[in-house]
Structures are given as structure tokens and as C-alpha cells.
């Protein structure tokens, strides 16, 4: 595409509000100002190895996990851009103990708040394989005027204005849903922009890919093991078994399954009954993007969208990706322990 020819998501997002002769376009331009922590998160991220940022930082979160720079340094930037913007009321972090509120006179009237896991896919790092940032952004329920509340982050998923994540592989990609659909731009970096890429992006109704830690299986449910037994065995869909991709980074597995469909998973465990991923900043904002991509996304009992979180670190259980392939999972896992 000759670069006069690319449309910008900026221009892409004003004209997606057009569409709404009501709005304000407060949305749009926290898009955008959620775009350019991007880039600035990139801009790292791509020199990473000729400046000290790959490594530990020395701490460790409010979930007892070890930071690394590059997690410090991308909080830091998200946090800073939206207290700049306009938009913003306040953000809760996978990073941070608990939510902030921003108390200048724009921010303390704006309508949103933002939730985001700053780098997802932390260990992989510094062996150079993909990592991201994911996003979730609410339409605060507290008083206008007023700092935000606990409450503005503890909302179902059903609730969320719009959700994204943007990936750092082997070109770094803005990805968004709203209700209107799921659009992906690719930073075109001569001009610093995110350009429309992949337009109404929709995950496969079907797939042949597995994603999951199976290292932990031993720990599994037995529906759960019967499930990986189907997927390795020559089964009927495919005359194969299905191919097993599991990268580690939620954004990266993520990407693949709406690209080509298929399913990823991070069920409970004998010893982690939660699972391991976080709702309010992973499972939310990714299966609002796979919802609207005409894919689906449950913990086993329940569409992780109609959750209504109780805490702010929560963590959930998630089959996420193309349709028929979660519900075939949940059939193997019912059959063997009723859900409710
Ligand atoms: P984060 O780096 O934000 O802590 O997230 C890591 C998550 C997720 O990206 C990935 O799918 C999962 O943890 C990998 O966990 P395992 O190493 O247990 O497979
Ligand atoms: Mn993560
Ligand atoms: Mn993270």
C-alpha cells in the first residue's frame, strides 16, 4: 500500500465516531493517547539489549511475582500518558497494589477509566519472543467530578467501552474492539503511525491449534486430560491431531487464535483453582476482542464476560477462541464434573 493510500488510526477512530452523531469522540482520543504509550513502550521494547532494560528489577507485585524492567518501565509510561490525557479519570494495573485516581480538574470530569496489564508475557522478555500490552477501558459508574472508586474497575466485562492490546512482534500491531468490531493496525515506524492493517477482523468459527501450559496436566481435571487425549489423538475434525502452539505471552497466543482460529486455555488446577490469569486485565479485554470477533470465551461455569469481579486482582480460568472449539472443551469437561 503506497503510504498516501494508508489510513491512520486516528482517522480510522474519528471516522468509526462519526458514525454516532452523539459522541463526544472522548473515546477516540483516549485511543489515541493509549496508542502512543504504545509506540513509546515499543520504542524500548526495540532496543532491547543495547540499553539496560532486559532483566529484573529487584521487587515483586502485589501477586507475589518478580518484576522485570521492562514491566516498571511500560507501567510507568501508561500510568503518566493517561494522567496527561483528557480522557482518563483513573487506571487500575496488573502492576499496582491498587487503583489511581487522577485529581486535576480534566481528569476528575472525564467519563473513562482504563485497566492494563502494562507487559503481558513478561518471561519471554529477554529471549527476544513476542510480549504486549492489554487494555480495557470502562465507562466510569462514580460521580463525575469526583475521583474514581473501586467500583469503576470492579465491572463485568459486558460493560467495557472498548478493549485492545498491542503486540511487539515481528512488527508491532494496535488491535481494538468495540461493539462496531475488532480492527487491527500495524505501526508503519518512518511515520510513527498505527495504519490500518486487518479491517473487521474475525476469528475462524472452527480451528486446529491448542494452546495451553501442558506441563501443568498432571494437575488437571480429568475432563480436562480426556480433552487433551481428543486433541492428540487422530480425531474426526481433522484426520490428525491438532497442532499445539503455546508461546507463554496471553497477547501472542491470542493474536494467532483470532488470526487463524483455534483455542487457548489456562484452566484450574489442583493447586491453583483460579487458574493463573487475571479477569479485570487479561481474560476481560481479551474476550470482549474475541466476542467481537465472533469467537467466545468461558472459565467453565460461565461466559467470562458476565463475571462480576470482586476484587481487583482476581483471577479466572479461561477457554478462549474459536467458537466450536470451546464448546467442544466444555463438552469433555461437563461430561466428567458438572458446572453449574
Ligand atoms: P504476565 O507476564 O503479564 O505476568 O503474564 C503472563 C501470563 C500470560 O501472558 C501467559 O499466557 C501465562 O502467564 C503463561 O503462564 P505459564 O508460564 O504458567 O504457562
Ligand atoms: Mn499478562
Ligand atoms: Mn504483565
Redesign the pocket.
Known amino acids: 500500500m503506497s503510504q498516501s493510500n494508508l489510513i491512520t488510526m486516528d482517522e480510522f477512530t474519528i471516522r468509526e465516531t462519526r458514525k454516532f452523531p452523539q459522541a463526544t469522540g472522548d473515546l477516540s482520543a483516549l485511543l489515541r493517547d493509549i496508542g502512543l504509550a504504545g509506540k513509546i513502550i515499543n520504542n524500548q521494547v526495540r532496543r532491547a539489549g543495547l540499553v539496560d532494560i532486559l532483566g529484573k528489577h529487584g521487587a515483586t507485585n502485589v501477586q507475589g511475582?518478580e518484576q522485570m524492567k521492562l514491566d516498571i518501565f511500560a507501567n510507568d509510561t501508561l500510568i503518566k500518558i493517561l494522567k496527561n490525557s483528557t480522557e482518563c479519570a483513573g487506571i487500575a494495573s496488573?502492576e499496582n497494589d491498587e487503583h489511581l485516581s487522577y485529581e486535576d480538574t480534566f481528569s476528575l470530569n472525564s467519563k473513562y477509566v482504563v485497566l492494563f496489564?502494562p507487559?503481558?508475557?513478561?518471561?519471554n522478555i529477554d529471549v527476544n519472543a513476542p510480549i504486549g500490552t492489554i487494555f480495557a477501558i470502562y465507562r466510569r459508574v462514580s460521580e463525575l467530578g469526583k475521583s474514581c472508586t473501586e467500583a469503576d474497575f470492579l465491572q463485568p466485562g459486558n460493560r467495557l467501552m472498548a478493549a485492545g492490546y498491542v503486540i511487539f512482534g515481528s512488527s508491532t500491531m494496535l488491535v481494538y474492539a468495540t461493539r462496531l468490531g475488532v480492527n487491527g493496525f500495524t505501526l508503519e515506524p518512518s511515520i510513527g503511525e498505527f495504519c490500518l492493517s486487518h479491517p473487521n477482523m474475525k476469528c475462524p468459527e472452527n480451528g486446529k491449534i491448542y494452546s495451553l501450559?501442558q506441563g501443568?496436566s498432571i494437575k488437571f481435571s480429568d475432563g480436562m486430560q480426556s480433552y487433551l487425549n481428543y486433541c492428540m489423538e487422530s480425531n474426526k475434525e481433522e484426520g490428525r491431531p491438532f497442532s499445539h502452539r503455546?508461546i507463554?505471552?496471553?497477547?501472542a497466543?491470542m493474536h494467532r487464535t483470532l488470526l487463524k482460529g483455534g483455542i487457548f486455555m489456562?484452566p484450574a488446577d489442583k493447586s491453583n483453582v483460579n487458574g493463573?490469569?487475571r479477569l479485570q486485565y487479561?481474560c476481560n479485554p481479551m474476550a470482549f476482542i474475541l466476542e467481537a470477533a465472533g469467537g467466545k470465551a468461558v472459565s467453565g461455569s460461565q461466559n467470562i464476560l458476565d463475571i462480576t469481579p470482586t476484587e481487583l486482582h482476581q483471577r479466572v480460568p479461561i477457554f478462549i477462541g474459536s467458537k466450536k472449539m470451546v464448546d467442544k472443551v466444555m463438552e469433555y469437561v461437563k461430561e466428567h464434573e458438572p458446572v453449574s
Not at 119 to 123: A, F, K, M, N, Q
Open positions: 511475582e496488573e496489564d507487559l503481558d508475557g513478561s518471561s501450559n501443568n503455546y507463554g505471552s496471553m497477547v497466543d489456562y493463573k490469569l487479561e
